[in-house]
């Protein structure tokens, strides 16, 4: 059974600063890796899905790399602004695609 | 593009009555749906896949008889929550794979409180 783990589970930084947010999974055997932001009370919003057969995947200031043989993903954020405060969701796709696991989520606080 | 459409986004019932919650994909047509579940300060729980033309598939766990998926068309999944009760309080999501394929991830609605008194 996948699990999927995130940490920290909560982060609160300046604005500005580079970060960090960590998701590890049990089962390497992913079809692919999704990152998600859900703002307080909504939905998810995709960021960045990385595939199986790739390293990592840039958007703007987000780039998620994923190694599978360690079971790992990283999410990082440069520059954080204020905007960026939300909870960050790590999601391991695996039967074929089929099925998402989500991780225990990482909320972020991007003080002024 | 690939957008997943929920409503209501917040309902208010009363114990013993059921609730409907609609899944739209507004631009694609989605053969497949899934239903999660979230409590307060928790991640998404998967409850069921919802199937176009067929029965859906529930988690362990999860009550077929109380949480009876529809998904009569290729746009249109619906979770009705039966003889409600407080217990099921909760944030609701749908989602579907992206019509490009699943190489290319799941795209979620925008949820949907629902509160039981």
């Known amino acids: 059974k996948q699990e999927v783990t995130q940490i920290p589970a909560a982060l609160s930084v300046p604005e500005g600063e580079n970060l960090v947010l960590n998701c590890s999974f049990t089962?390497?055997?992913?079809?692919?890796l999704q990152w998600f932001r859900q703002d307080p009370g909504k939905g998810l919003t995709s960021l960045l899905l990385?595939?199986?057969?790739?390293r990592e995947q840039t958007s703007g200031r987000l780039n998620a790399s994923l190694d599978k043989s360690s079971g790992r993903s990283t999410l990082y954020i440069a520059a954080s602004q204020p905007g960026d405060s939300a909870t960050y969701l790590c999601a391991a796709i695996t039967g074929g695609g089929n099925k998402l696991t989500f991780g225990t989520g990482t909320q972020l606080k991007v003080e002024l | 593009g690939a957008v997943v459409s929920q409503h209501p986004s917040w309902v208010i019932c009363k114990s013993g009555t059921s609730v409907k919650i609609e899944c739209r994909s507004l631009d694609f047509q989605a053969t497949t749906m899934f239903w999660y579940r979230q409590f307060p300060k928790q991640s998404l729980m998967l409850m069921a896949t919802?199937?176009?033309?067929?029965?859906?598939?529930?988690e362990q766990g999860v009550e077929k008889d109380k949480f009876l998926i529809n998904h009569a068309s290729l746009t249109l999944s619906t979770l009705t929550v039966t003889s409600a009760h407080p217990e099921d309080s909760s944030f609701y999501i749908c989602?579907?794979?992206?019509?490009?394929?699943?190489?290319?991830?799941?795209?979620f609605g925008s949820g949907t409180r629902l509160t039981v008194v």
């Open positions: 089962d390497s055997a992913i079809y692919n």
């Open positions: 919802s199937n176009e033309g067929s029965k859906a598939t529930y």
């Open positions: 990385i595939q199986s057969s790739q």
């Open positions: 989602s579907a794979v992206n019509p490009r394929g699943m190489g290319y991830g799941y795209t």
